[in-house]
């Protein structure tokens, strides 16, 4: 059964950093795609970033370039989000999703719960 | 960046045809996918590549795109689809690629 449990969520006063992490099984981790996708309290969906599967390539939201920094473990099968400088609009549930076998294009066929990220002094 | 237009709401009584649009430019040489959303719940891919369907999805579920609108129809409403609808693509048309997400749609059974 494929399961991705996302951890490190938590309270922190802007400007500060916290690193998510996302631990996969039931699957070949090293084979996928994937993302860090965030949902504000009451809004909509919000893709963050996405990582190739060697970690080659990685992909952001424009507005978390150069303060957030995506990255993998395939040996720990585990997806990392670094986020630095973070501000009051950061505050989400952020979720790890996979990508369907394929390239970048293909479609998210398997999301984790989320871990709660609020920002606020 | 591209932009993903989606109606807020959407009602429809029991039993009746259900459609969520979704605007975009040109969006009909993308492929969309959609997500279902329950609250508290992770989203559930319904449809992608336009119209085809994971298996454990049921027919009542089906996709279209042409134009500058998707749109998911869902056929036979229950009261058990009520939920967040939202549409996705792929942008890859500048040096900056990204995931695009539509606002999202709350399906309402009356």
């Known amino acids: 059964e494929v399961q991705l449990v996302e951890s490190g969520g938590g309270l922190v006063q802007p400007g500060g950093s916290l690193r998510l992490s996302c631990a996969a099984s039931?699957?070949?981790?090293?084979?996928?795609?994937m993302n860090w996708v965030r949902q504000a309290p009451g809004k909509g969906l919000e893709w963050v970033a996405i990582i190739k599967q060697d970690g080659s390539q990685k992909y952001y939201l424009d507005s978390v370039k150069g303060r957030f920094t995506i990255s993998r473990d395939n040996a720990k099968n585990s997806l990392y989000l670094l986020m630095t400088s973070l501000r009051a609009e950061d505050t989400a549930l952020y979720y790890c999703a996979r990508v369907v076998t394929g390239n970048t294009g293909r479609p998210f066929d398997y999301w984790g719960q989320g871990t709660l990220v609020t920002v606020s002094s | 960046s591209y932009v993903l237009t989606q109606p807020p709401s959407v009602s429809v009584a029991p039993g009746q045809t259900a459609r969520v649009t979704c605007g975009g430019n040109?969006?009909?040489?993308?492929?969309v996918h959609w997500y279902q959303q329950k609250p508290g719940q992770a989203p559930l891919l319904v449809v992608y590549d336009d119209s085809d369907r994971p298996s454990e999805i049921p027919e009542r579920f089906s996709g279209s795109n042409s134009g500058n609108t998707a749109t998911l129809t869902i056929s036979r409403v229950e009261a058990g689809d009520e939920a967040d609808y939202f549409c996705?693509?792929?942008?890859?048309?500048?040096?900056?690629?990204?995931?695009?997400f539509g606002g999202g749609t709350k399906l309402t059974v009356l």
């Open positions: 996705q693509v792929w942008d890859n048309s500048s040096d900056h690629p990204n995931w695009v």
């Open positions: 040109n969006i009909g040489r993308k492929s």
């Open positions: 039931g699957f070949t981790f090293s084979s996928y795609w």
